[in-house]
């Protein structure tokens, strides 16, 4: 975290958290709720992405998770928790195309495990945490499978032997690591995640 931000940690330690205010996609873009329009008769919550460079590398630098799994922003000494459409990380190709790197920015390391789920995304659980594999990437990086003698494993097959229940031993970005299936709806429980904080019953949102 950003020195600035443990300072204001130890200044003011009992800043109560706020929640449903930040979200991130399956595409690492972060969204803030905004205050309803006057007038407009909003009963839904509305959210704008974040688009100022900036900020989103602030987010990155201050975006950890607590001891229950809830990830959160520590924006100085308040904590902001996230919203998770999908996985708490996600992962594409850096600008060399050889290794991968978080939607924070940080380096991913080699994959320990890879998981295809029912729509066919990819989910690799990482040094950081377990993240989807962002779609524009996917193909690159699917085609880089190979088998432990370094024989190229067709994607294709690799999800078909994934899907029928049988793991699959297999390389990726020079890590041997099994190749399974996996429920979205079964990986916040599998890899100990909250998708969606919610406050402790009687405190408010924010």
Known sequence: MDEIV?????????????????????????????????????????????????MIEFIGRNYSHDAEGRYFFQNGPQRVYVALEYTPWIYGLDGSGRALVAHTGVSAGSPNAAYFDERGGLVLACEPGVGVVLDRDLAVIAERFADRAGHALAPETLLEQARAGQGVEARLMGADLTVSSIRSGELAARFGFVPRPVPPEGQPDC
């Not at 130890?10 to 991130?24: D, H, I």
């Not at 329009?37 to 009963?43: F, L, P, S």
């Open 6 to 54: 443990l300072r204001s940690m130890l200044k003011w330690p009992n800043v109560p958290s706020v929640y449903g205010w930040l979200r991130l996609d399956r595409r690492g873009r972060w969204a803030i709720r905004m205050p309803p329009a006057q007038g407009a008769g909003d009963t839904e919550p509305r959210f704008d992405r974040i688009v100022n460079p900036a």
